[in-house]
């Protein structure tokens, strides 16, 4: 399966979080979690734009090559779904937390 967000190769600078000595309200080094997916929810939003730009500008006569646009909608389909499955992943996991008996 293709990267479509090329995120994959990127994952070496993110660390897990680790607990301080003092007891484990010390913030942990890197990007958090939401910034990394702010960061990508950006990433697709900008796909879908310009995908959107390229079906405009195709329809308006302004350019001609199709096979761009057609990998552009692609590419921003892929990233959206590819972000739809986290958000998924993500509401499981938060399900499976909220059943927790504390």
Known sequence: MTDPLGLIGKTA???APTLGKSGGNAPAEGPSFKDV?????????????DAEAAIEDIAAGRRDDMADVMIAKQKADMAFKMLLQVRNKM???YDEIKQLRV
């Not at 960061?39 to 697709?44: A, F, P, R, T, Y």
């Open 13 to 15: 600078n993110l660390q």
């Open 37 to 49: 997916l702010l960061k990508n929810i950006e990433q697709v939003n900008k796909l879908q734009q």
């Open 91 to 93: 509401m499981d996991a």
